[in-house]
């Protein structure tokens, strides 16, 4: 589903044939307006991305420093004398590719001769002009000369062009690199990643090791002190005070119970899916070489994964003494799924206007709807089926018929204060390593450290438990038992924070030229966020139900 936007070229490079100057087809009549988008595409600094073999194409570059530096895919052009205002400015396409390929030997089977594997793809780019050239080949061989370039800004804007690609082909034995390591040419191009990577998990470790602490001394101290005065006094005598007073309302059903239940159903299905595509990640059977695999096995792990979504959905809405279990369970499989589909849809919508190769097609559309309708809703129902023939848990104290009133509380503890308060601290674990997951996206860069990705999932999960606990305490000392939609919002609300380093992102790192590709960006941010938003959630909920029923099953009521 990922190779869509993939298609082949016309370059011949037939194996260790050096070609020195080659065109790729006869020269191509533009005109005007097709001139004029291509010089604006210049200006904009597209890039081009080639694959063979699987491998991207490398280019090194010259930074401002004087450093030379690798990226994937090259550019189409440069913008020469751009930032100069008396000098002219100049819009080079580069249409000559010199391509370098590094292959080695491999062992083969006896009488099938020697055989060779690409391990590397170089792209130098060059421009030429073709322009009234009768030997097409010696200026070919001249394309180093700074007078022949190919500069589309001398072109009259109702001129046409007649455009000839060419490029060259140069063959290398690679020394030090073998077919299994050949991923680790790429990794280098992005040196210095992985020390950010190690600071990005010593952050997230410190944050972890803050909320322990806090966490610790609430369990170790102030609880153990609670229990041994509330467990040593006499339940008729006793002076009830903080979390102890509300045990009557604090297992009362919340509001709107059959939509909370919906959402921690579909966030165990994203941990669910999460936890194994990375596990296989990690293990290296979703290799950066099989392009689109990743999403892919992400799609078809989320439909699989609709049974847990159905049947600890329905656990929940039975916890919350809801009766209508198939309802429940037909939210669960179509309203977070159906919003995603239709803010992707809606995308898709303008990436088909602009005929642009990264629409996805309509028939994989109807593929993804059948999976969705076909797969992912009866595996609902089925895990919804056998969650509610299993009976309720019993809950620790019984729940009052007539609600307890809730004392006025003080400003720090608002629900929107405390809500937004809360998502810092797991957004601040992860942000360092969402960085480079959007560069990844929106840069072009490869994204190769699953273990340290993994590793920061780990360290969210208990982030986001450790907060709501700590959040959901000091709630209930306040006489506040509203617990259950504050638990799940204190650590989701990471996913606003989430959004706004998108936009914050958006405005230091990109430069869209269009109003589509800034459309495209904030709905894919919004996709991204909303996903985080039900995985933090729904562990920030799990992890202070466990709290309420470990504390209230730990003393003594009448």
Request: charged fraction near 15%.
């Amino acid at each position: 589903m990922g190779d869509v936007s993939i298609e082949h070229s016309g370059y011949k490079i037939p194996f260790q044939r050096e070609v020195e100057c080659e065109r790729v087809c006869q020269a191509q009549k533009l005109t005007p307006e097709q001139v004029a988008i291509l010089r604006q595409r210049v200006r904009d600094e597209y890039k081009v991305h080639w694959t063979l073999d699987g491998l991207p194409a490398a280019h090194q570059f010259k930074t401002n420093s004087g450093d030379l530096r690798w990226e994937t895919g090259f550019p189409l052009g440069k913008r020469e004398n751009a930032h100069d205002a008396k000098a002219e400015k100049q819009a080079v396409l580069f249409n000559h590719a010199h391509i370098t390929i590094h292959y080695t030997p491999y062992e083969s089977k006896p009488g099938e001769g020697e055989k060779f594997r690409i391990v590397f793809f170089q792209v130098t780019p060059g421009s030429v002009n073709y322009a009234g050239v009768q030997d097409w080949k010696e200026r070919c061989a001249q394309r180093d000369d700074v007078s022949s370039v190919l500069d589309l800004q001398q072109i009259g804007k109702d001129q046409e062009l007649d455009l000839t690609w060419s490029y060259s082909v140069e063959w290398k034995a690679a020394v030090n690199s073998t077919w299994a390591t050949r991923w680790e040419n790429y990794i280098k191009m992005q040196k210095g990643e992985r020390e950010v990577h190690w600071f990005s998990i010593i952050n997230s470790f410190l944050i972890v090791l803050f909320l322990t602490g806090m966490v610790a001394m609430i369990m170790l101290r102030t609880l153990n002190a609670d229990f041994r005065r509330y467990n040593s006094q006499d339940p008729e005598e006793a002076d009830e005070t903080g979390w102890k007073l509300v045990h009557a309302d604090v297992f009362r059903p919340p509001q709107r119970p059959m939509l909370f239940s919906a959402l921690v159903g579909n966030g165990v299905q994203v941990i669910g899916m999460l936890v194994v595509t990375m596990v296989f990640a990690v293990l290296g059977f979703l290799s950066p070489a099989n392009h689109g695999l990743l999403l892919t096995a992400g799609l078809v792990l989320y439909v699989w994964m609709g049974t847990l979504a159905g049947y600890f959905s329905t656990r929940v809405y039975k916890t919350l003494k809801g009766q209508n279990w198939q309802k429940n369970t037909v939210l669960t499989a179509v309203a977070f799924p159906g919003v995603i589909f239709g803010v992707y849809f809606f995308l898709n919508f303008f990436l088909w206007g602009q005929h642009s190769s990264r629409a996805i097609p309509f028939g994989t559309l109807v593929v993804l709807i059948v999976f969705w309708f076909g797969i992912s809703v009866p595996l609902a129902f089925f895990g919804a089926y056998f969650a509610w023939k299993k009976p309720a848990p019993d809950q620790p104290v019984r729940v009052n018929q007539i609600p307890r009133q809730v004392p006025q509380q003080v400003w720090y503890m608002h629900p929107l204060f405390s809500v937004l308060l809360g998502g810092i601290l797991p957004f601040g674990a992860v942000f360092i390593e969402l960085f480079f997951i959007l560069a990844s996206i929106w840069l072009d860069q490869v994204y190769y450290l699953f273990s340290f990705l993994f590793i920061v999932f780990i360290i969210l999960c208990i982030t986001c438990a450790e907060i709501s606990i700590v959040m959901c305490y000091f709630q209930l000392c306040s006489e506040d038992y509203h617990w259950w939609w504050r638990s799940y919002l204190t650590s989701g609300a990471s996913a606003l924070y989430m959004f706004l380093y998108s936009l914050f992102y958006f405005t230091t790192k990109l430069e869209f030229s269009s109003v589509l590709a800034a459309l495209l960006y904030f709905g894919y941010s919004f996709i991204m966020s909303l996903i985080f938003f039900v995985l933090t959630g729904t562990i920030g909920y799990y992890s202070c139900y466990w709290f309420v029923r470990k504390i209230y099953s730990s003393v003594k009521f009448e």
